[in-house]
């Protein structure tokens, strides 16, 4: 596999007045294409700050971060603005769907961002909801409306799945067939998938961990034979 992605000395500060606060602190590590990354590490680490930056969501102090061959501090804003439509699934832990279109209609809403021929029942059918494609958001279950988060990221066909707490606002059984989705997504589809948490057991599960605290790597760790997830002790 080769490098997607390549954090070089990035540093991100936030200033509020005099004060300066160092979110994410001179950080190197890189993702292979195809890999299932976990970064964790504490509220208040820096995980969604590292989340954002490598999402085109907010933009480096110094430092370099390298996607697809391109650095994308270098950027304007139409280019940003492109490379998240077209390289970046996002998936929050909130859903973010829109509640008065259907699970299929937020799914091919898709085709109004990206030129890609986007088959909605078909990406539904991926995550085993194409029975509900014609049901809105407050008729779905919690679970139900997170597939439909995931059918709609990856209906574009991005390099990268970029997952902040997904699993955050579901009870354990549901988040577990959440993170099975995601982690066969990167086994059987070759997405390279990154999920920020705090939960240390989904560690067991990844390809690579990179652990974050106070804005520092503490240290990034290569399992070689990582578990599933339907495997691990919750």
């Known amino acids: 596999m080769s490098d997607i992605v390549k954090f070089e000395n990035v540093v991100k500060e936030y200033k509020s007045g005099e004060h300066i606060l160092t979110a994410i602190d ?4 890189t993702i292979e294409e195809g890999e299932f990354v976990v970064i964790l590490g504490p509220s208040g680490a820096g995980k969604s700050t590292l989340l954002n930056l490598l999402g085109g969501l907010d933009t480096v102090t110094s430092g370099k971060i390298i996607v697809d061959g391109n650095n994308i501090e270098s950027f304007n804003d139409n280019q940003l603005t492109k490379y998240r439509a077209k390289n970046v699934g996002f998936i929050f832990q909130f859903y973010n769907l829109i509640p008065n279109l259907t699970a299929l209609e937020n799914v091919e809403l898709m085709k109004d961002i990206v030129d890609v021929d986007i088959d909605g029942m078909k990406v539904l059918a991926s995550v085993g909801l194409d029975r509900h494609a014609n049901q809105f958001p407050s008729q779905l279950s919690g679970g139900e409306q997170q597939r439909v988060s995931i059918a709609r990221a990856v209906a574009k066909k991005p390099s990268m799945l970029l997952c902040d707490e997904p699993t955050g606002a579901l009870d354990s059984k549901t988040g577990v067939s959440i993170l099975n989705l995601l982690q066969n997504m990167s086994v059987n589809n070759n997405s390279t998938v990154v999920i920020v948490t705090h939960n240390a057991i989904l560690a067991e599960a990844a390809d690579k961990v990179i652990r974050i605290k106070n804005g ?19």
Do not use: A, Y
Not at 26 to 29: A, E, G, L, S
């Open 216 to 234: 520092k790597i503490e240290s990034i760790t290569i399992n070689e034979n990582p578990k599933k997830v339907t495997d691990l002790e919750w």
């Open 26 to 29: 001179h950080i190197d590590f």
